[in-house]
């Protein structure tokens, strides 16, 4: 967490207010975050306008001109756009301020990111590996099914696989798997095309509806408002083990995949 949709919620909700805006100054309040924060930001950022806002993977990249200036939300941080006088609270890290506004990151487990790439962005070391974005055409069951010949891993473990399709989280990987009614132990390989089309598109619906939804917020999690999401109350098998299958009625179970928790309904996903 945050995952894929809760990025595009952040993404949404600040593209239109940074878009052409100036960057008037920067607050690097804490610097030691995933990868410390450079102390050249401030002097690099200052006075830029800001041409756009696009999401790749879980990444924010602002084009600046004459770089990106790359945003990761962790485990646990926010992007919120505030009053320019908004006092800072003991986990808002950095500030951007653009003229009457700021964005500031709230980030309490420091495991997000605020970092600077020149020339090309998709080069950039933590970017350049990252695979298909599944909400784009790209992905459709015939690139699926040729992705997973020959892979020997989990269904559920291949599509956490950001080298593979980029930013499908745990929670979205349990939740597409079961609208597809697939079990997360299927080795990869061995989906048919009919299955992986299939796949595919519950992936996308899946994202979709928690993007519609505002994302999930387990714990940390709020939107550029302020607001959390509301997917968290629409799980259909994530976090409900020993429950009933909302299709089947048989009982949710929760097994560990790579040190993850996978549930799946045992009646219908096979």
């Not at 956490?160 to 079961?178: H, K, P, Q, T």
């Not at 697939?182 to 979709?208: F, G, M, N, V, Y």
Request: hydrophobic letters at 40%; aromatic letters at 6%.
């Amino acid at each position: 967490m945050p995952e894929l949709p809760e990025v595009e919620v952040t993404l949404r909700g600040i593209a239109a207010r940074v878009t052409g805006s100036v960057i008037s100054g920067v607050a690097v309040r804490e610097p030691r975050l995933r990868w410390r924060v450079p102390a050249s930001l401030p002097k690099r950022l200052a006075g830029r306008a800001v041409r756009g806002v696009r999401r790749r993977g879980k990444y924010l990249l602002l084009d600046c001109g004459a770089g990106h200036l790359i945003l990761h939300l962790g485990m646990s941080g926010s992007l919120r756009l505030l009053p320019i006088d908004s006092p800072p609270q003991k986990h808002d890290h950095f500030d951007l301020l653009l003229g009457d506004t700021l964005l500031r990151l709230r980030d309490p487990r420091r495991f997000g990111a605020v970092l600077w790439a020149r020339g090309s962005v998709e080069a950039h070391p933590l970017l350049r590996h990252l695979g298909l974005e599944p909400l784009s055409r790209a992905l459709d069951g015939g690139r699926l099914h040729a992705l997973t010949r020959g892979r020997r891993a989990a269904i559920k473990q291949f599509l956490m696989d950001g080298r593979c399709i980029v930013g499908v989280g745990n929670i979205y990987a349990n939740e597409s798997l079961f609208r597809a009614a697939i079990d997360p132990r299927t080795p990869a390989r061995r989906l048919s095309l009919e299955r992986c089309s299939r796949l595919a598109a519950s992936i996308k619906q899946t994202l979709r509806a928690a993007i519609r939804a505002g994302g999930s917020t387990l714990r940390d999690f709020v939107g550029s408002d302020g607001n959390p999401g509301d997917f968290q109350q629409r799980y259909r098998v994530y976090d409900r083990a020993g429950r009933p299958c909302p299709r089947c009625g048989a009982t949710i179970r929760r097994i560990l995949q790579g040190q993850r928790s996978t549930f799946f309904c045992p009646g219908c996903q096979r």
